[in-house]
């Protein structure tokens, strides 16, 4: 089963807009990390945020993290078309990630 | 440097045939994961390697499916008696530490299975 469920399920956006997703989680973890996926590049680990974290960066990325509602969102600034893909938040709790369905974005040129 | 490989990247399977997937994770790498990825879904944990040793085999989906990692580098993921319905994206992932959650997990491209 899985835990995280990402919102939207899809986005559409024009090149040059942030594009912002949110991603809701049930029971307690240790981090979360977002994934991307696309047909070129398969699964690509982005960025890793701790539980006793609020938010971090890392280029284009933001990521914010409130454990009190159980839930993460993933900003992408400035997009680009090559950000096209799916986009997973995985919770870990012990060693296993969990990943929700994902949200597919498409950046338009 | 050489990421996570998998092979066959396709594979089609008649329905009663048996299938073996090959994973050759990172060198040196401690940690080893399968995943399962149906068609517009997350990964969905299969099973977790320290090692030789399979910690986890908890997502396993039936008795059919098998993994082993005999000498803790390369893995196989046996499915036995295919059905329709194990017809998916099968991942496998690898990552330095034992302590995972600490660590990223590195993905390979996957193999896609297609039983019909």
């Known amino acids: 089963s899985q835990q995280g469920e990402e919102d939207p399920q899809a986005l559409s956006i024009q090149e040059g807009e942030n594009a912002t997703m949110n991603c809701s989680y049930k029971t307690s973890i240790n981090n979360l990390q977002w994934y991307r996926q696309n047909s070129g590049r398969g699964l690509v680990h982005l960025i890793l945020?701790?539980?006793?974290?609020r938010e971090k960066h890392s280029g284009r990325l933001r990521v914010t993290l409130d454990t009190s509602k159980k839930s993460s969102s993933l900003l992408i600034t400035a997009s680009r078309a090559a950000d096209t893909a799916s986009y997973f938040c995985?919770?870990?709790?012990?060693?296993?990630?969990?990943f929700g369905a994902g949200t597919t974005v498409t950046v338009r040129a | 440097g050489a990421g996570v490989s998998q092979s066959p990247r396709y594979k089609v399977a008649k329905r009663g045939q048996d299938v073996a997937l090959r994973c050759d994770p990172i060198s040196g790498h401690v940690s080893l994961f399968w995943y399962q990825q149906a068609l517009g879904q997350g990964p969905e944990f299969l099973t977790y390697?320290?090692?030789?040793?399979?910690?986890?085999k908890s997502g396993l989906p039936s008795d059919r499916f098998f993994a082993e990692r005999p000498e803790g580098s390369v893995s196989t993921l046996k499915i036995q008696r295919t059905q329709q319905e194990d017809s998916a994206v099968y991942l496998c992932a690898s990552s330095p530490g034992r302590v995972v959650g600490v660590y990223e997990q590195y993905f390979g491209p996957g193999t896609r299975l297609t039983v019909t």
């Open positions: 390697f320290q090692n030789e040793a399979q910690l986890d």
């Open positions: 945020i701790r539980s006793n974290e």
């Open positions: 995985a919770t870990d709790h012990d060693y296993k990630l969990s």
